[in-house]
């Protein structure tokens, strides 16, 4: 793992992955925290900026991946194909006409 890509890799393996394998640890987890990240029935709803800050607060990393560098990690590398093999996608759930102000949506493919 890169240290440059701590907390995009951070949100692969242990957010998106562990929504869409078992999404009761995943529960446990945000009920522990204040977070605006939520479970919905339709899938795991964030905000790209709320989605950088929790991830940084779960590793108690200070930044070594700016949130730049993460967003354009989840836009440039092949996040969809990763997440398609995993059984999940995301969409936007919420479109404000701004990357960080949008609300976008993990789900399990049918």
């Known amino acids: 793992m890169l240290p440059t890509q701590q907390v995009y890799d951070y949100v692969l393996e242990f957010v998106f992955a562990v929504y869409l394998l078992d999404p009761a640890a995943l529960r446990l987890r945000l009920a522990e925290v204040e977070t605006p990240i939520r479970m919905t029935l339709a899938g795991l709803e964030f905000s790209l900026p709320e989605l950088y800050e929790f991830a940084l607060m779960e590793i108690k990393a200070d930044g070594e991946q700016s949130y730049?560098?993460?967003?354009?990690?989840l836009y440039g590398q092949q996040t969809q194909v990763m997440l398609r093999k995993l059984g999940g996608k995301i969409e936007i759930a919420q479109n404000h006409q701004h990357v960080n102000k949008s609300i976008y949506r993990l789900q399990l493919l049918k």
């Open 68 to 73: 730049k560098s993460f967003r354009r990690c």
